[in-house]
């Protein structure tokens, strides 16, 4: 919150409990710079993804998800719904 952008290489994991659209929205108030949004569901499918524009108060997917991947807005064609990502991260 309150960065002028983040860089190229830059990316949040918000892993997740259960498939839901509403535990996945997210909003973009505080925030000043687009981002790519992509959200999995339990198997690291992407099921949806938006270029979420600054200020904007909702972005919920299409389809339930577990999980929600934010990167830099340039990799917003980086996956595409269907493709299947191999997420590590450590709890």
């Known amino acids: 919150m309150f960065r002028k952008s983040p ?26 710079f687009r981002l790519a949004v992509y959200w999995l569901d339990k198997n690291n ?12 108060p909702l972005y919920m997917p299409c389809k339930p998800a577990r999980h929600i991947l934010e990167l830099h807005e340039n990799r917003i064609d980086a996956f595409a719904i269907g493709d299947r990502l191999n997420v590590t991260y450590v709890e």
């Open 7 to 32: 860089g190229q290489n830059y990316g949040l994991f918000f892993p997740g409990s259960s498939d839901s659209r509403i535990n996945t929205a997210i909003h973009m108030f505080f925030v000043n």
């Open 45 to 56: 499918v992407v099921v949806d993804k938006a270029m979420a524009e600054r200020w904007r």
